[in-house]
């Protein structure tokens, strides 16, 4: 069945085909983006193995998301799935937002899904079968297909200092969590490779384990790294249990539709960073070295930003001076409340936002 959005959300069918039913729950966090959202539907409506259910935690200050579940209810009822709505005005943060959803999901397996990614027609099917196939597994994602393939020399060169710098990168098959807390992701992906973590837009896991280890609510708002932060404990409870697999293929548009300020970003993923290093990585001297060297490794990235602009003769470089100035001031403030960050309050932070 092929679907073609229209502006007014309508659908116009062709040729009814046989679905697949499965007993998947998928959680979907939300915030004002219900364009995202929409086309997000569309690619769920569009598999070929459908989920059981559609969880929606909307944490919108307006009702635009909660009219276009209204508007396409019948769609999804139609092919037999379920759509449940939860409206969460408070927005706590995205990792509440997920533990919310989990109570309301029925689904042996439960997927999370950002709410501006796109679905490949396949994507149900294919993780479904990664479980079938791998009985032990207790996580499965995708692969995100719009991934930086390093054709670039640039790009190329960048990635091996951040390499260097033990900070996030690429690398063919791999993703691991480094120890300094940062991690890697594959550029390429040729086969189903085994995991430490797993990421946050497109992530599934058996049901039974999240009642267990569940998203961590001190991390608010973006709550940067709670993906990372679910799924690396997992693994560490369960080893050789998480997976990747190329064939569920899943586009990430990034939407710029309510994201932070470049020094609220900054100061959150320095805070966050330094908060999941202390509470999952083991405190040894070399890696607590490791740790330091990565925050060198931010401001070196930031300094040859600046560098870059001012090389290349270009007439402004406000932009990238400020970009080092909260880069660097977001230790400072990390420095400042290094205690509480150790005991796992941050409290502080919630100030901020």
């Known amino acids: 069945m092929t679907i073609h959005i229209t502006k007014d959300y309508g659908l116009v069918m062709e040729k009814k085909e046989a679905r697949t039913k499965s007993e998947f729950s998928i959680v979907i966090p939300t915030y ?32 635009k998301t909660r009219d276009l579940v209204t508007l396409l209810s019948t769609h999804f009822s139609e092919r037999g799935i379920a759509l449940k709505y939860l ?12 533990n919310l959803g989990v109570l309301h999901a029925t689904g ?29 597994a207790v996580g499965v994602q995708g692969f995100i297909v719009n991934t930086p393939k390093l054709e670039n020399p640039s790009l190329l060169l960048r990635n091996q200092l951040r390499k260097m710098f033990f900070l996030y990168h690429f690398g063919k098959d791999k993703c691991t969590v480094l120890p300094s807390g940062a991690n890697t992701y594959p550029n390429r992906i040729s086969r189903i490779i085994e995991c430490q973590w797993l990421q946050g837009c497109n992530q599934s896991f058996k049901s039974r384990f999240l009642k267990e280890i569940k998203f961590d609510e001190n991390l608010k708002k973006y709550s940067f790294l709670e993906d990372v932060d679910l799924s690396y404990r997992l693994f560490k409870k369960y080893p050789h249990s998480l997976y990747m697999t190329p064939r569920a293929r899943v586009f990430h548009k990034w939407s710029k539709a309510e994201r932070l300020s470049v020094a609220s970003l900054l100061r959150t993923q320095t805070i966050n960073r330094t908060y999941f290093f202390y509470k999952n990585i083991e405190q040894t001297f070399l890696n607590e070295f490791i740790f330091v060297w990565s925050s060198v490794g931010q401001v070196v990235f930031s300094s040859l930003v600046l560098t870059k602009h001012i090389l290349s003769f270009r007439k402004s470089t406000g932009s990238e001076a400020r970009y080092i100035v909260v880069t660097l001031t977001s230790y400072v403030y990390a420095l400042r409340h290094m205690k509480d960050i150790k005991k796992g309050d941050l409290r502080f932070h919630e100030k901020t936002f």
């Open 32 to 63: 004002n983006r219900p364009d995202d959202l929409k086309d997000l539907f569309f690619s769920i409506l569009d598999q070929t193995e459908s989920p059981k259910e559609v969880v929606i935690v909307d944490e919108s200050d307006n009702p």
């Open 87 to 98: 409206h969460n005005p408070k927005r706590t943060s995205a990792g509440a937002a997920r």
């Open 108 to 136: 042996d397996i439960i997927v999370f899904l950002d709410d501006d990614v796109i679905l490949e027609r396949n994507y149900i099917k294919a993780i479904s079968e990664t479980y079938r196939d791998y009985p032990n």
